[in-house]
């Protein structure tokens, strides 16, 4: 999802929050003029300030229900008009739980004017402010702002049709960069160096092979792929259809970890974060200390890994070797020597098949580093990387640039996410796995995401650990 959606999604529950407040105080300022005085005598005895505090709960609860009734989707190909009809349901189903409310309510307030008033100002408002975002959006795609690089792909009438009306309508949010009648190699390599968000893939049907490469191009570097046609139904197990210029187009998403799924992860991990910090900060600093009198400084291993869309981080560790032993800039020429020593260690004592390593009996590792590493203490400081956004509380184990450049190109897709401290892999075998087990768990974890399955994974982690472990 682009970065000026996600800024758009945020801006849009705040302002039906004010929106309903609006809209809430309309109806009572309305009931108090003179000529609904003069129609009916008000009977209420409810000063603005009671109002407000009983304004604040019902908006609250209207914005739940409008969460519910998928109001606040991260699809940018919803509908208006789509939008306008679950406003109304919404806001309908707020009304008969303010309803419920009123008649259970023991106190001498009745104003059913409020009531429906204020129903029928929320939809206006609430539907008005839906206008105006859609507007904005608009602008900003008329100023090339935010617009979905796409590529177009086949030879189907349905493509030039598309790459006709996405040129001349920018305001549906799109840069055509091209359009291909097949999918080869030579088209491949040229589209994987574009900054591409889409690829629309026109009657796969017809071109099996070809679909499949775009497919894979897609994974690989971390491309939304729509077809105009059926065959991927049993690829994929996140399939939206939606119509564009017209024209209906399927996707495959790959995630269910995207918009407000992205955001609420984000919060878990701020807040999860912060919590397991200042629950270890005790163990933490007696870690420091005997890292310190056991071998000195630096406490802290900074090791460089690929994280979320290939970025490079440098994951936080208690160090576990030998100051001569340990790799990374961080060591100067030391670091360098050391590295060429893993690589004759990996040649020769290394448990893993596939791109990724493990060195069996390391000698380069300390007592206390080893008993580190027998209950997984070194990795409590990428907290701190959780924090920081780099990592996830959950999420595929991170792994170092020269094992990723040894992926193929499936496996590139788990770096569509963010890496985690614990996962689905880790609790399933830790370090016992091979790569492609450890792929295909990260990979079912990617597809299935969901709040509750990071709850499970954070529960059964400590479990985990407190097993016999084997220590390299």
Known sequence: MKRSEIILMFIQLPLDFIVLLAAGWSAYFLRLSDWAVAWKPVLFNLTLTSFTHMLLVVALVWIIIFAFSGLYSTDPNRKLLHDLGRVVLGCSAGLSAVAVYVLFRQSPFDSRFLVVVGWILAVVYVSLGRVFMRGIKALLYRAGIGLRRVALIGEHENIHVLATILSSRRELGYRVVGSYPHMDEATAHLLAGFALDEIIFSNPRAHETEALRALALCNEHHIVFKYSADLFATY???????????????????????????????????????????????????????ILLETGRPIIYKNERVGIRGKYFFTLKFRSMYQKDSTGPQFGDDGKKAEEQEKDLIKKQNSKDGPIYKIVNDPRVTPFGTWLRRWSFDEVPQFFNVLAGTMSLVGPRPHQPREVAHYAGEHKRVLIIKPGITGLAQISGRSDLSFEEEIRLDVFYIEHWSIMLDLIILLKTPFVIFKKRRVW
């Open 236 to 290: 994929a197990s996140h399939v939206r259809v939606h119509p564009l210029a017209g024209i209906p187009i399927v996707e495959l998403k790959r995630t269910a970890l995207d918009g407000w799924g992205r955001v609420l992860k984000r919060i878990m991990d701020i807040v999860g974060s912060i919590v397991f910090i200042i629950i270890f900060s005790p163990i933490m600093i007696i870690l420091a200390f005997i």
